[in-house]
């Protein structure tokens, strides 16, 4: 397995950090500061049903296939860290349209997760995206799909991720909620909070159980109104480190025409919550997600 994990690419390697090492095939990073939301995405994604039900819906349909692929167009022979792979999505969805890459790390804080995503091909690692165990600036491509908004610090979270980012590399996020379409009030926020019993009941994708719905939203830290990414987050952090940031807000739907400024429109309940709550829906700033796009110069 280490011929799967070239040495050379971790850092302080005789640190306590590494104490566990390897564990069915999976590097283990010591995580010092188990916080709830890490046990939340631990237990939700390492769940046999619900992380394979995860895999199966998420992520996976052909406007996120063309949209990432008109982003990343090839990465054959390249070296790709997906941070917060989950049970491997992003190389599932993508794995028959941009050719194999070289090298293919997978970093989640859930070890059943990471089971799943090695069956698809990636090299598994556990670690903390806070706290990442690579040495810097040796990635081509570094990705964040549906990530930041799970962790406790989403700054120091894209901070760490940057940092992996050689010179002419590029740094990709998305599926992370835009703040400004997420400022639900009154009727809005009330209408928001209802979808829930219905999603149960409904038996949505996530929520077939009250047990599934609960940890699933535990996971979720920063998707909730009054949370989510902003345009200033991606600038403060990216823009310092030599990164030239592009930012396409869009709702899911509308494929690569992302790209050229079509950010679509979202679906009628978050329209109708969004209306009520004084925000206008066919806004830039309501787009549900903010997809950024960073090039280190």
């Not at 349909?61 to 070296?79: C, P, Q, S, T, Y």
């Not at 860290?81 to 293919?104: E, F, T």
């Not at 997760?113 to 600036?137: C, E, H, N």
Request: charged letters at 20%.
């Amino acid at each position: 397995m280490l011929e799967k994990l070239p040495i050379n690419l971790l850092k302080d390697l005789e640190t306590e950090r590494y104490i566990d090492k390897w564990k069915e095939g999976i590097f283990i990073c010591q995580i010092s500061n188990q916080t709830e939301a890490i046990k939340a995405n631990s237990y939700y994604f390492g769940h046999p049903e619900w992380g394979n039900n995860y895999l199966a819906a998420c992520h996976r349909d052909e406007k996120f296939i063309e949209l990432w692929k008109a982003v990343i167009n090839n990465w054959e022979g390249k070296i790709i860290v997906d941070i917060g792979c989950g049970p491997g999505n992003v190389y599932a969805s993508l794995k028959d349209h941009c050719g194999k890459p070289s090298q293919l790390l997978g970093v989640d804080v859930s070890l059943g997760a990471l089971k799943i995503a090695q069956q698809i091909g990636y090299t598994p690692v556990l670690a903390d995206a806070q706290q990442l165990p690579f040495i810097s600036k040796f990635a081509d491509i570094v990705v964040l799909n549906a990530c930041l908004h799970h962790c406790d610090d989403m700054a120091k979270v894209l901070g760490e991720a940057a940092r992996l980012v050689r010179p002419g590399g590029i740094l990709i996020t998305d599926h992370d909620p835009q703040l400004t379409a997420y400022q639900f009030r009154g009727l809005g926020l009330l209408l928001w909070q209802v979808r829930l019993p219905l999603y149960r009941l409904l038996k949505r994708g996530g929520h077939s159980t009250k047990q599934e719905q609960i940890w699933g939203l535990a996971a979720e830290v920063h998707h909730k109104p009054g949370h989510g990414v902003t345009p200033e987050l991606f600038h403060q952090v990216l823009t310092p480190l030599g990164f030239t940031v592009n930012l396409y807000p869009h709702n899911h739907r509308v494929g690569a025409d992302a790209l050229e400024g079509n950010y679509g429109r979202s679906f009628w309940r978050c329209r109708m919550a969004q209306r009520l709550s004084g925000i206008n829906p066919n806004s830039r700033e309501a787009a549900l997600s903010l997809m950024c796009i960073a090039h280190r110069q």
